[in-house]
C-alpha cells in the first residue's frame, strides 16, 4: 500500500505561484509512475501532468503546458508540481495519484493510488 498526501495548495491571484507536493509514506514511490489531476466544481477530474518512476519522460496537459512543471525526488519519495502564471480557470482541487504502469497515462482508472486533495484558488 502507498499512502499519498498532498500539500500546498492555497489561494492565490491571477498571475502568481504555488508548488504542489505530493509525499509519499508505506511503499517507496520510485517504481510507480505519477500523476497530477483536479477536478474543478461541476467538473470531471482531469489530467494536468504525469511523469514517469525514473522522471525520463513527462507530459502536460496542453492547457498548462508551459505553466506547469512536474518533478519528483525518489530519494525523498515525493512528487511536485510547481505551477506558475496562474489563472482563475486553474481553480480546483488537485490531486496526485501513482500508477504501476511503466509509462504515463492520463486514464484516472489506472491509478493505483490517490491522495486526498488539495485545494487551489486563484483569485482574478
Keep these: 500500500q502507498v499512502q499519498l498526501v498532498e500539500s500546498g495548495g492555497g489561494l492565490v491571484q491571477a498571475g502568481g505561484s504555488l508548488r ?8 517507496t514511490l520510485s517504481t510507480y509512475a505519477m500523476g497530477w489531476f483536479r477536478q474543478a466544481p ?7 501532468a ?5 522522471g525520463g519522460n513527462i507530459n502536460y496537459a496542453d492547457s498548462v503546458k508551459g505553466r506547469f512543471t512536474i518533478s519528483r525526488d525518489n530519494a525523498k519519495n515525493t512528487g511536485n508540481l510547481q505551477m506558475n502564471s496562474l489563472k482563475p480557470e486553474d481553480t480546483a482541487v488537485y490531486y496526485c495519484a501513482a500508477t504501476s504502469l511503466g509509462s504515463i497515462t492520463r486514464s484516472l482508472r489506472l491509478y493505483d493510488y490517490w491522495g486526498q486533495g488539495t485545494q487551489v484558488t486563484v483569485s482574478s
Excluded: H, M
Design 50 to 54: 504525469g511523469i514517469t518512476s525514473s
Design 42 to 48: 461541476g467538473k470531471e477530474r482531469e489530467f494536468v
Design 20 to 27: 504542489l507536493s505530493c509525499l509519499a509514506s508505506g511503499r
